[in-house]
Nanobody, 123 residues
Framework: VQLQASGGGLVQAGDSLRLSCAASGRSLSGYSMGWFRQAPGKEREFVAA????????YYKDSVKGRFTISRDNAKNTVYLQMNTLKSEDTAVYYC?????????????????WGQGTQVTVSS
């Protein structure tokens, strides 16, 4: 499977963005999907994930209640709806797909990564 992330941009604090991760090559329905981000000078960190077969979702504490991960299997796309954005959300966001069982907060659970999309939130 190949992943293409899009939807990033420059917004003001309090605004919303929706990131998309479109898959090609295989159906995403059999994959757990995750969103990670990397801010300048920092390590890549977990943001949100949705498990395959059941669609359980998981979030980084600081984005709970503001971000929502979802999937549309018909469109073979996973989304990250980001509301009430803060300056600390500024980062390059990456989507990832995996079939391993285990904690989806660990990036080692993912086998395939998309290119990043830049999100910049001005305060």
């Amino acid at each position: 499977v190949q992943l293409q992330a899009s939807g990033g941009g420059l917004v003001q604090a309090g605004d919303s963005l929706r990131l998309s991760c479109a898959a090609s090559g295989r159906s995403l329905s059999g994959y757990s999907m995750g969103w990670f981000r990397q801010a300048p000078g920092k390590e890549r960190e977990f943001v949100a994930a949705i498990r395959r077969y059941g669609d359980s979702t998981y979030y980084k504490d600081s984005v709970k209640g503001r971000f929502t991960i979802s999937r549309d299997n018909a469109k073979n796309t996973v989304y990250l709806q980001m509301n009430t954005l803060k300056s600390e959300d500024t980062a390059v966001y990456y989507c990832a797909a995996g079939v391993q069982e285990g904690t989806l907060r660990n990036e080692k659970m993912y086998d395939t990564w998309g290119q990043g999309t830049q999100v910049t939130v001005s305060s």
